[in-house]
C-alpha cells in the first residue's frame, strides 16, 4: 500500500496514537495490534494514494497551462478528461478523509483497546445426593407385547 506516502491526517493519527505513522505500520504487524489499527491504516493507505492521484492531475494540468507553453496544444478534451478525472480523485479523497475521521472519533482510545483475552474453562461438575435411591432395573424399559 502507501505505507511510504503522507497524507493529510498523518498528524492526527500521530496526535490519537502517541506515535509517527511509520511506528504504526510496524506495530501493526504485531501479535497483539487491534483491528482498529489495522482498519485505520488501510484507510489510510487509499487516503495517501487518492491524495497522489490528485496531484498528478494538478500537476498535469499545471503543465499544460504553463504561459511558456505553446497555445498550439491545448486541447479543450483533454482539459475536460482532466477535470473529470480530478473530480474523481477528489471524491475519492474526501470520502477516505471523512470514514478515517469517523473511525478515529468512534473506535475506543489506543491505551483502552481490546487485547485478546484468554479466558479460563469453566467445567460444570453435578453430584447426587446420597440419599437418592438407585433406579430399579428396566426402569423406563418398554414392555413386551403378551399374545
Known sequence: MSRDK??????ELQKVFGCPVPELYEAAVG?????????VLELRSFLALA??????VRDRVHADMDP????????????RFDAQWLDAALEARD???AALGELLRT?????????????AQLRA????A???????????????RRP
Open 6 to 11: 503522507a497524507s493529510t491526517m498523518d498528524a
Open 31 to 39: 501479535h497483539d495490534a487491534s483491528p482498529a489499527l489495522a482498519r
Open 51 to 56: 491524495e497522489e492521484q490528485v496531484a498528478r
Open 68 to 79: 511558456d507553453r505553446d497555445m498550439g496544444e491545448l486541447s479543450a478534451d483533454k482539459l
Open 95 to 97: 470520502g477516505y478523509r
Open 107 to 119: 473506535m475506543p482510545p489506543p491505551d483502552q483497546q481490546a487485547r485478546p483475552v484468554r479466558l
Open 125 to 128: 461438575t453435578a453430584t447426587l
Open 130 to 144: 446420597p440419599s437418592a435411591a438407585p433406579a430399579p432395573p428396566r426402569a423406563g424399559a418398554a414392555r413386551a
